[in-house]
């Protein structure tokens, strides 16, 4: 099947900042006849690309076929989708990282059962301006050195990372607390989930952190790495060096387990009930296992093994409930360990 979809003319940075806010994704027709259906969907910006390509898609194949799907699809962060998502006000929340036990426990209160699924892989990217001719890469040590909440106020400078890099100051930007990105980044660098410095430049928006960054020689943040892929020309990857060896982000090292502990999966999490009352969500969520690699590949991320697939496939079959992470991030997972969890659940 060939997928056409604006992401591959255009990249992830065609989406303004307030078309990505509130985007209502509908079928615009005239004929009498057809039948419309609305889903609701929300959470990470991370997996939103993905997503919305694949209610593009969908959405043609249903007008061909005499109906029409209307989705509304927001990113106000994996945690805020979460808590839209535990109290019934959606169908489905995309995610950057497992549901966590809190988020668990107000579905368990709402009555919400859910279907984890998941539809890729990601890795948390460190960037920084293209004029930095310095940093090339930082260890995983440096990286806490920074972020860490001792170090407000007080790391402000490179020099204070590296004793070879100039004094000058250091401008940070990342994602806010509402975002899979930022729990799933303090879990894995500072060790403590939700913990970091106060003192840098928030958004949700990584086209917006994308900007700020490529405009700040001084500059350095994270985000996903579909966002970097689609701007490698305005801003420049860090490798991360995790015991003896510097290693980039790039599809080969995140699909074969070399980007570690910043490579993750990404998920989206189906409402069981709203599955089973609204067909047109279950057809979508169909659409989209079937075509995830290639929606997935488009968007900047890694597409799963084909085992994967089936796997999500046939718990999305059956109405497998639940989540085999135990309410964490259970980061520095392998492919292999990933998939041997799925498989037993």
Avoid at 44 to 64: D, G, K, L, M, W
Avoid at 89 to 113: F, H, L, W, Y
Avoid at 156 to 161: D, F, R, V
Avoid at 266 to 278: E, H
Wanted: aromatic content about 10%; overall charge negative; some cysteine.
């Amino acid at each position: 099947m060939a997928i056409t979809t604006d992401y591959k003319k255009q990249g992830l940075a065609a989406l303004t900042f307030g078309a990505l806010m509130a985007v209502t994704l509908s079928s615009c027709t005239s004929v009498d006849s057809v039948e419309t259906s609305e889903i609701e969907i929300d959470g990470s910006s991370t997996v939103y690309p993905i997503s919305h390509n694949v209610v593009e898609e969908f959405q043609a194949t249903q007008r061909t076929q005499g109906a029409a799907l209307v989705a509304n699809v927001d990113l106000s962060g994996t945690g805020a989708g979460f808590e839209k998502f535990c109290r019934g006000e959606t169908d489905m929340n995309n995610a950057s990282r497992p549901i966590q036990k809190q988020e668990m426990k107000a579905c368990d209160q709402s009555g919400v059962r859910y279907i984890e699924l998941i539809i890729g892989l990601d890795a948390i990217t460190v960037v920084v301006n293209p004029e930095n001719d310095f940093a090339k890469d930082m260890t995983l040590e440096e990286l806490k050195k920074v972020w860490e909440p001792q170090a407000e106020g007080k790391i402000t400078h490179w020099n204070q990372i590296r004793e070879s890099w100039p004094n000058q100051p250091i401008n940070l930007y990342g994602p806010g607390r509402d975002s899979g990105t930022f729990d799933y980044f303090t879990e894995a660098v500072i060790k403590k989930k939700g913990e970091i410095r106060s003192d840098y430049t928030v958004n949700k928006n990584p086209n917006i952190l994308v900007q700020k960054i490529s405009e700040d020689m001084n500059a350095l943040g994270y985000f996903g790495y579909g966002y970097y892929k689609v701007n490698d020309s305005r801003v420049t990857a860090l490798a991360i060096k995790n015991g003896e060896q510097s290693v980039v982000p790039s599809r080969y090292n995140i699909k074969w387990d070399q980007y570690r502990p910043l490579s993750r999966p990404l998920f989206i999490y189906v409402n069981m009930k709203a599955s089973q009352d609204k067909p047109s969500l279950r057809e979508f969520v169909h659409f989209y296992l079937e075509n995830a690699p290639e929606f997935v590949s488009d968007s900047g991320y890694i597409p799963l093994p084909k085992e994967g697939y089936q796997l999500s496939k046939q718990h999305f079959e059956t109405g497998k409930v639940g989540t085999v992470f135990e309410g964490n991030s259970q980061v520095n997972l392998t492919m292999d360990e990933l998939l041997k969890k799925e498989a037993a659940f």
